[in-house]
């Protein structure tokens, strides 16, 4: 079960003038699921996105960023279909150009060019994609499209998750009213960059490509690329970020643009509130883990020492067991490649337990202390390094029984 996760009040899901959502079970991972999704943009929506780094990354996101690279510049992206169930990686030049016919059959719809539309896969690498099962599939999400459809859309999306993620807010951004709202899918193969995971955000808001892509940068960098769940980079991951420009306000041409940083915190808002909700939900999860690094030279360090904590197989299965064994987290941090780090200066606390003082135990600390707080589902690692003044956060989670039977199982 996941970790404090229920799925989203609809009623909280605020629709965003200028989408709307459709979905169908077009028959691509299992009957009675919904599997197929189009997200259809009015006329003047801008998107950017963040791409995983995986060299060996899905057709689909070659496809995607050559379209957002090659649109003309007075034209617009009008849809985003993405699929389930399979993830048409490792399918080389049929994969891609079964995404450019998905492409292409969704624009003959929409009477728009085949580069205005945008595809995502999740699901299995190393299968062939079922072309003609998602273009059957695609009337039916159209005939579905309707702006308060965020939940179905979340519902439609997941693969092992066990609990859709969709999140909102309201804000005030260069002296109007905006709306964000979006949906992201994961649960296993999570870690950046980017975090097998998939995100669509969308505001009102009028904003130009360069705030734009600033906004999705600045968010992606302190929500998905803050997440680990098994230290695996999917080949399909991807974050999108729309604006419709249907709000009521003067343009956010960058990141210096008055309203871009109100409109970048709230749309990092609602990022790393997904972001969470995948850690949350994490395959197998027991636990949700909050690693805090504090006094490091440069935010980079203290990134480097957070993952190796949470990449641990040994930290990761010490929570499960809600085991105080913590020699193991001091270990994780000696050996995050930070060759200069003074061992005998770190702290480390388990919530509000001191735990080591100056590198070894603290002399007041008992077990019974450290079991009290392993118990819980929620915990904050901190630790110090007491060599300077900059910090990074991580989330991840416990590595249980389940995760190696969700994963031994995943195709059967």
Same mark, same amino acid.
């Given at each position: 079960?996941?970790?404090?996760?229920?799925?989203?009040d609809?009623?909280q899901?605020?629709?965003v003038a200028? +989408?709307?959502?459709?979905? =169908?079970?077009?028959?691509?991972?299992?009957?009675?699921?919904?599997d197929?999704?189009?997200i259809?943009l009015?006329?003047?929506?801008r998107?950017?996105?963040?791409?995983?780094?995986?060299? #060996?990354c899905?057709a689909?996101?070659?496809?995607?960023?050559?379209?957002?690279?090659m649109?003309?510049?007075?034209?617009?992206i009008?849809?985003?279909v993405?699929?389930?169930g399979?993830?048409n990686?490792?399918?080389?030049?049929e994969?891609?150009?079964?995404?450019?016919r998905?492409?292409?059959?969704?624009?003959?719809?929409l009477?728009?060019s085949?580069?205005?539309?945008?595809p995502f896969?999740?699901?299995?690498?190393?299968?062939?994609?079922?072309?003609?099962k998602i273009?059957?599939?695609?009337?039916?999400?159209?005939?579905s499209?309707?702006p308060?459809?965020?939940l179905?859309?979340?519902?439609?999306?997941?693969?092992t998750d066990?609990?859709p993620k969709?999140?909102?807010?309201?804000?005030?951004?260069g002296?109007a009213?905006?709306?964000?709202?979006?949906?992201?899918?994961? =649960?296993?193969?999570i870690?950046?960059?980017?975090?097998?995971?998939?995100? #669509?955000?969308?505001?009102?808001?009028?904003?130009a490509?360069p705030?734009l892509?600033? =906004?999705?940068?600045?968010?992606?960098?302190?929500?998905?690329?803050?997440?680990?769940?098994?230290g695996?980079?999917?080949?399909?991951?991807?974050?999108?970020?729309?604006a419709?420009?249907?709000?009521?306000?003067?343009?956010?041409g960058?990141?210096?643009?008055?309203?871009?940083?109100?409109?970048?915190?709230?749309?990092?808002?609602?990022?790393?509130?997904?972001?969470?909700a995948?850690?949350?939900?994490g395959?197998?999860?027991t636990? #949700?883990?909050?690693?805090? +690094?504090?006094?490091?030279?440069?935010?980079?360090?203290?990134?480097?020492?957070a993952y190796?904590i949470?990449?641990?197989?040994l930290?990761?299965?010490?929570? #499960?067991?809600?085991d105080?064994n913590?020699?193991?987290?001091?270990a994780?941090v000696?050996?995050a490649?930070?060759?200069?780090?003074a061992?005998?200066?770190?702290?480390?606390?388990?919530?509000d337990v001191?735990?080591?003082?100056?590198?070894?135990?603290?002399?007041?600390y008992r077990?019974?202390?450290?079991?009290?707080?392993?118990k819980k589902?929620?915990?904050?690692v901190?630790?110090?390094?007491?060599?300077?003044?900059? =910090?990074?956060?991580?989330?991840?989670?416990?590595?249980s029984?389940?995760?190696?039977?969700i994963?031994?199982?995943?195709r059967?």
């Amino acid at each position: 079960m996941p970790v404090n996760l229920k799925p989203p009040d609809p009623t909280q899901l605020l629709p965003v003038a200028g +989408v709307t959502l459709g979905v =169908a079970e077009a028959g691509v991972r299992k009957a009675g699921r919904k599997d197929l999704l189009v997200i259809r943009l009015e006329e003047g929506a801008r998107v950017a996105g963040v791409f995983t780094q995986n060299r #060996f990354c899905a057709a689909p996101v070659i496809v995607a960023r050559q379209h957002l690279t090659m649109l003309d510049p007075d034209a617009s992206i009008r849809a985003l279909v993405v699929n389930t169930g399979c993830a048409n990686a490792g399918t080389g030049r049929e994969g891609v150009a079964a995404a450019r016919r998905i492409c292409s059959e969704l624009a003959k719809l929409l009477e728009c060019s085949a580069a205005q539309v945008l595809p995502f896969s999740t699901g299995v690498i190393m299968e062939p994609l079922p072309v003609e099962k998602i273009v059957a599939g695609l009337p039916a999400c159209l005939s579905s499209l309707r702006p308060d459809a965020w939940l179905d859309s979340a519902w439609a999306i997941m693969t092992t998750d066990s609990v859709p993620k969709a999140a909102s807010r309201r804000l005030r951004a260069g002296g109007a009213d905006c709306t964000i709202t979006g949906i992201a899918k994961g =649960a296993g193969m999570i870690h950046p960059d980017m975090a097998t995971m998939l995100a #669509f955000v969308a505001t009102d808001a009028k904003v130009a490509l360069p705030g734009l892509r600033a =906004a999705a940068a600045h968010a992606a960098q302190r929500s998905f690329n803050c997440v680990t769940v098994d230290g695996d980079t999917s080949t399909n991951d991807a974050f999108m970020l729309i604006a419709t420009g249907r709000a009521d306000m003067p343009e956010i041409g960058d990141a210096k643009s008055t309203g871009y940083a109100e409109l970048a915190e709230g749309v990092t808002a609602v990022a790393a509130e997904l972001a969470q909700a995948i850690i949350r939900d994490g395959e197998g999860a027991t636990k #949700f883990i909050t690693l805090r +690094v504090e006094g490091g030279r440069k935010e980079d360090e203290c990134r480097r020492v957070a993952y190796a904590i949470a990449r641990s197989p040994l930290v990761k299965t010490a929570f #499960f067991a809600s085991d105080p064994n913590l020699g193991r987290i001091l270990a994780a941090v000696g050996n995050a490649g930070i060759p200069d780090l003074a061992v005998d200066r770190v702290d480390l606390y388990l919530d509000d337990v001191l735990v080591a003082k100056g590198g070894g135990r603290h002399a007041e600390y008992r077990e019974v202390e450290g079991q009290r707080v392993m118990k819980k589902p929620e915990i904050t690692v901190r630790v110090v390094l007491n060599r300077g003044p900059a =910090a990074a956060t991580v989330w991840t989670c416990d590595l249980s029984h389940d995760y190696v039977t969700i994963n031994a199982e995943y195709r059967t």
